[in-house]
């Protein structure tokens, strides 16, 4: 089912049977159990004002079109959002009802925040085939952020989005990074800590640990990158010598490979996300026994490719956090068991959404 209007939308929704699975570009793999939803075709730019630092797009919207179109103002989408394709193999386009759904944030949101802390407001179909609204279209009238930020990171699940209104920011003028070398995970973790706790605005702090390599990020105008690099650099002086980098294509290149996890695409075996407070990191990432590892959020996001099957959870133990299997087969269930408390509420906002269970995921 591929409908165009958000009213086709909300008919097929109240007219199914069966169970459905709300997909958007694709991008993020095969839909669950039940015949495809797209949300496809509601794309178009229904509203942009840029003095506003607000636009209004239709949830099949791609990515990429928002991101042309806010290039040519001087504008991004801050929280960064990853390209699943290359980690995933798949095709089709990124969309912006897709990202706002799954909640899709990239290396940025240790500094600038999620995709749901720039949402502010959104229309979407429940499973009884009604058209909800909440929040609003500008920053200075909006009301119910509360739902707004409950369907953000839903998959799907609690209904169909059709339109997001999202805030936008200003790019920066240039960026710029430092790179350390040698350090291992938890020297590392104590580097990107250190730099994410100084005055100097870092806007990235990953680690490669095959490869024993830092990158910590830093964006503005020229001379206060210039300025906060050097700074930065004298800070860390007892992790290393810094390399400075200063060619934003080159800086914009890394952190597009952090963003995507591209070390991990055309590999074979099963890959990870796991989130945990950054000091479990190097704890965890020594016990998993993984392939291949790649930290973001200062250490509070691990990337862990394992052999497929391999029981992650079980290697891993407790810890403060969770593990969710993005990519390939195994004995335990891609997503974290939620607490008994947590699954009650869980499936009481299902009921309450989607009193009938039709909705699966979003893909």
Not at 99 to 122: E, K, Q, Y
Not at 189 to 209: F, I, K, R
Not at 218 to 229: H, K, M, P, S, T
Not at 325 to 345: D, H, K, S
Request: proline letters at 6%; charged letters at 20%; hydrophobic letters at 45%.
């Amino acid at each position: 089912m591929a409908p165009t209007s958000e009213q086709e939308m909300a008919a097929a929704v109240a007219e199914t049977t069966a169970p459905v699975s709300v997909v958007g570009g694709g991008t993020r793999g095969a839909p669950g159990r039940g015949a495809a939803l797209s949300a496809a075709g509601l794309s178009a730019v229904r509203l942009y004002e840029p003095g506003a630092l607000t636009l209004v797009a239709g949830a099949g919207t791609p990515v990429a079109e928002v991101e042309t179109l806010l290039a040519g103002e001087g504008q991004r989408l801050a929280f960064e959002p990853m390209d699943h394709r290359g980690l995933l193999g798949t095709e089709g386009a990124p969309t912006l009802g897709g990202v706002v759904a799954a909640n899709v944030s990239g290396p940025r949101r240790v500094a600038a925040g999620a995709a749901r802390d720039f949402a502010l407001g959104l229309r979407f179909v429940d499973g009884t085939g009604r058209v909800v609204s909440n929040g609003g279209r500008v920053m200075k009238n909006v009301t119910g952020y509360d739902l707004v930020r409950l369907l953000c990171g839903s998959r799907g699940r609690l209904g169909v989005i059709t339109e997001v209104a999202l805030k936008v920011l200003p790019a920066p003028e240039t960026q710029g990074m430092l790179v350390l070398e040698g350090l291992d995970v938890e020297r590392a973790v104590a580097a990107m800590a250190t730099a994410l706790g100084s005055p100097y605005e870092v806007t990235g702090a990953a680690h490669d640990p095959q490869a024993a390599r830092t990158w910590l990020r830093i964006e503005g105008f020229a001379a206060q990158v210039d300025y906060r690099l050097e700074r930065l650099a004298a800070r860390l002086a007892d992790f290393g010598a810094a390399e400075a980098v200063r060619d934003a294509e080159a800086v914009a290149g890394v952190w597009a490979g952090v963003r995507d996890v591209a070390a991990f695409h055309g590999t074979p075996g099963a890959v990870w996300r796991v989130h945990c407070r950054p000091s479990a990191a190097p704890g965890l990432v020594a016990r998993a026994g993984a392939e291949g590892a790649l930290l973001d959020w200062g250490g509070g996001l691990i990337w862990l490719r394992v052999a497929e099957g391999t029981d992650l959870r079980a290697r891993l133990g407790a810890f403060d956090g969770h593990a969710t299997r993005v990519r390939g087969a195994g004995p335990e269930p891609a997503a974290p068991p939620e607490p008994a408390a947590v699954a009650a509420l869980t499936e009481g906002l299902r009921r309450r959404f989607d009193p009938r269970g039709i909705f699966d995921r979003e893909g």
